[in-house]
T-cell receptor, first 116, second 114 residues
Framework: AQSVAQPEDQVNVAEGNPLTVKCTYS??????LFWYVQYPNRGLQFLLKYITGDNLVKGSYGFEAEFNKSQTSFHLKKPSALVSDSALYFCAVRAYRDYGNNRLAFGKGNQVVVIP | DGGITQSPKYLFRKEGQNVTLSCEQNLNHDAMYWYRQDPGQGLRLIYYSQIVNDFQKGDIAEGYSVSREKKESFPLTVTSAQKNPTAFYLC?????????????FGEGSRLTVL
């Protein structure tokens, strides 16, 4: 079964500094990888996904993520963090061959705090 | 505007009572999902439905039930058999179950058992 690890509970970063949120995954075969963001008491919003192709994926709000197959990682990055980026970030994975249900495995989430 | 509507946003329940959480979507999506979110545990799949009149158990289906009588609706009932029902519940949909695209989420329903 697929799984995701987000090793850090909270990421603190100063406004204007680079932001990185780490994610490693485990899946049989090739993965489909996703990042979502959640603001307090709200649903999740899609940020970006990796399906195939270029290992560097660009998404919403200036975020990007790099797929590294050898390290089974899909870290989320932003060159310059904003206070409004403070939120809970989830990494998710499904197996390429998991046809029929788009069933994602989510990580436990990382709280990002951007300090003014 | 298209989207997913969950109601109620907040719900209080006494022990031993069943409650039903509503989820309606006007995105014309085939697949719908219910997740449970607890602090520090991420999202766990309760039930999912790929098509009308069909649904499957997820990872934590015990104490929950669903129906999918209409494409746009996927209500979740939290029964008295659910031992620890206090949580944040999220409904989601996707275009079709084989799609590689993203899930679209509702705003969630927070259930508190008194």
């Amino acid at each position: 079964a697929q799984s995701v690890a987000q090793p850090e509970d909270q990421v603190n970063v100063a406004e204007g500094n680079p932001l990185t949120v780490k994610c490693t995954y485990s899946v049989s075969g090739n993965p489909y990888l996703f990042w979502y963001v959640q603001y307090p008491n709200r649903g999740l919003q899609f940020l970006l996904k990796y399906i195939t192709g270029d290992n560097l994926v660009k998404g919403s709000y200036g975020f990007e993520a790099e797929f590294n197959k050898s390290q089974t990682s899909f870290h989320l990055k932003k060159p310059s963090a904003l206070v409004s980026d403070s939120a809970l970030y989830f990494c998710a994975v499904r197996a390429y061959r998991d046809y029929g249900n788009n069933r994602l495995a989510f990580g436990k989430g990382n709280q990002v705090v951007v300090i003014p | 505007d298209g989207g997913i509507t969950q109601s109620p946003k907040y719900l209080f329940r006494k022990e031993g009572q069943n409650v039903t959480l509503s989820c309606e979507q006007n995105l014309n999506h085939d697949a719908m999902y219910w997740y449970r979110q607890d602090p520090g545990q991420g999202l766990r799949l309760i039930y999912y439905s790929q098509i009308v009149n069909d649904f499957q158990k997820g990872d934590i289906a015990e104490g929950y039930s669903v129906s999918r009588e209409k494409k746009e609706s996927f209500p979740l009932t939290v029964t008295s058999a659910q031992k620890n029902p206090t949580a944040f519940y999220l409904c989601a949909s996707s275009i079709d179950p084989t799609n590689t695209g993203e899930l679209f989420f509702g705003e969630g329903s927070r259930l508190t058992v008194l």
